[in-house]
Nanobody, 126 residues
């Protein structure tokens, strides 16, 4: 069974930073064989693509609203993916989810991801 566990969420003031982590585990789960993504969902809104990173970490892609402020990275030795979030604003308030997939045709489509974490709340106060 595959588990993705997010951590690092919390309350931060506008302009501040947070670093989210997502630790993956599973007896037969090959972390380095999965594309990893971050999504977020605010109350009353659809799940929104935030960022994704390729198997080796050599390629990254970002959602328009976070480009230039957020950075995704991964450590395959630790089975962990990170999301460094800078210059946060109240519009970034949401539950943040990490997701994994062996094969992705559209990095931005949540339906392309097989495994999901339970989410971590990020709240940005003005």
């Amino acid at each position: 069974q595959v588990q993705l566990v997010e951590s690092g969420g919390g309350l931060v003031q506008a302009g501040g930073s947070l670093r989210l982590s997502c630790a993956a585990s599973g007896r037969t789960f090959s972390f380095s064989g999965h594309v990893m993504g971050w999504f977020r969902q605010a109350p009353g809104k659809e799940r929104e693509f935030v960022a994704a990173i390729s198997w080796s970490g050599g390629s990254t892609i970002y959602g328009t609203s976070v480009k230039g402020r957020f950075r995704i990275s991964r450590d395959n030795a630790k089975n962990t993916v990170y999301l460094q979030m800078n210059s946060l604003n109240p519009e970034d308030t949401a539950v943040y989810y990490c997701a994994a997939s062996q094969s992705v045709s559209d990095f931005k489509d949540p339906h392309d991801y097989t495994y999901w974490g339970q989410g971590t709340q990020v709240t940005v106060s003005s």
